[in-house]
């Protein structure tokens, strides 16, 4: 790996850091207006901050294996991009396109910047022998 990660690989980190500290907050809010107010259905309304909160800080993980260039780390990122698009495609649906829109264009982003050239030499050297690596 060179000394600095390549561009895409430090947007698709931060892209999937942003998802992971969205869903962390999103997660505590819940389990602390579950505690504080009063909701239909307590243990479900745990169950989703648990949920969230525990999907955030995997998310918050995958983000640091990226920044670090780490191999693994790719696959599950796509993965997140790719469970995250239908969720903003239902709120572009269920008239609450202000969350949506943003969402796609997360997705979209991290998606590109997760496949792009420099971001698969960073994490796995394809196709680039070592006299053509980059300094």
């Known amino acids: 790996m060179p000394n600095r990660p390549p561009f895409t690989l430090l947007l698709a980190a931060a892209l999937e850091a942003l998802l992971g500290l969205v ?64 969720v903003a495609v239902s709120l572009v649906q269920s008239d609450q396109p202000q969350l949506g829109y943003p969402l796609v264009a997360l997705a979209v982003c991290a998606l590109v910047a997760l496949f792009a050239r420099p971001t698969g030499l960073a994490l796995y050297g394809m196709g680039e022998d070592e006299e053509e690596r980059p300094e």
């Open 23 to 86: 869903a962390v907050a999103g997660g505590l809010y819940t389990a602390v207006e579950t505690v504080v107010g009063d909701p239909l259905n307590t243990t479900t309304a745990l169950a989703v901050a648990v949920l969230a909160v525990g999907g955030g800080a995997l998310m918050l993980k995958v983000a640091h294996g990226l920044y670090r260039a780490q191999s693994w780390s790719r696959s599950p990122a796509v993965l997140t991009q790719l469970f995250l698009l239908p």
